[in-house]
T-cell receptor
Framework: GEDVEQSLFLSVREGDSSVINCTYT??????LYWYKQEPGAGLQLLTYIFSNMDMKQDQRLTVLLNKKDKHLSLRIADTQTGDSAIYFC?????????FGTGTRLTVIP | NAGVTQTPKFQVLKTGQSMTLQCAQDMNHNSMYWYRQDPGMGLRLIYYSASEGTTDKGEVPNGYNVSRLNKREFSLRLESAAPSQTSVYFC???????????FGPGTRLTVT
């Protein structure tokens, strides 16, 4: 199946920018997604990018897509303590989404 | 709109017991999914239902069965629970396959 990889942990100081990276394998994916999971909760869709786009901005969130390298990143500007969570990237397959292992973001006050 | 609901929130089973996890969505979505989440392994797809009346195996279907009862409801059954099935189970739905998925709050299952 598809292989979506993320680093497991990231720590940043409050007010700094966070960059969470993801690599994927299926070059035919139509959409790529970022989900956020807060403790004890399900996954919430944060944002997505269509595969023919290079960048998408949504308030403090910027998604960058490098299709050649199959690399996706999520930048969170002015990171707040409420951004502490696990972030999953996902790529669309024929029948389903394929999720990475998740990156646990810790924001240090 | 409640979105995706799951019951129960928590469950403890003894090895060999059976149980059914319930999931319902009120978004008129066609596709529904069951995942399990284990530390360091992300989400793994157990079964999915592309549309009412169909079900298909995912990455880790062994030890589970599913029923797509109607368009709204998709249940997951453990016939004979094993400690390896201790996990957090998430149900999700999407308008169509490979579209963005909406998740329920999860069921934390412990098998002793």
């Amino acid at each position: 199946g598809e292989d979506v990889e993320q680093s497991l942990f990231l720590s940043v100081r409050e007010g700094d920018s966070s960059v969470i990276n993801c690599t994927y394998t299926d070059s035919s994916s139509t959409y790529l997604y970022w989900y956020k999971q807060e403790p004890g909760a399900g996954l919430q869709l944060l944002t997505y990018i269509f595969s023919n786009m290079d960048m998408k901005q949504d308030q403090r969130l910027t998604v960058l897509l490098n299709k050649k390298d199959k690399h996706l990143s999520l930048r969170i500007a002015d990171t707040q303590t409420g951004d502490s969570a696990i972030y999953f990237c996902a790529e669309s397959g024929a029948n389903n989404l394929f999720f990475g292992t998740g990156t646990r973001l810790t924001v240090i006050p | 709109n409640a979105g995706v609901t799951q019951t129960p929130k928590f469950q403890v089973l003894k090895t060999g017991q059976s149980m059914t996890l319930q999931c319902a969505q009120d978004m008129n979505h066609n596709s529904m999914y069951w995942y399990r989440q284990d530390p360091g392994m992300g989400l793994r797809l157990i079964y999915y239902s592309a549309s009412e009346g169909t079900t298909d195996k995912g990455e880790v279907p062994n030890g589970y069965n599913v029923s797509r009862l109607n368009k709204r409801e998709f249940s997951l059954r453990l016939e004979s629970a094993a400690p390896s099935q201790t996990s957090v189970y998430f149900c999700a739905s999407s308008e169509f396959e490979s579209y963005e998925q909406y998740f329920g709050p999860g069921t934390r299952l412990t098998v002793t």
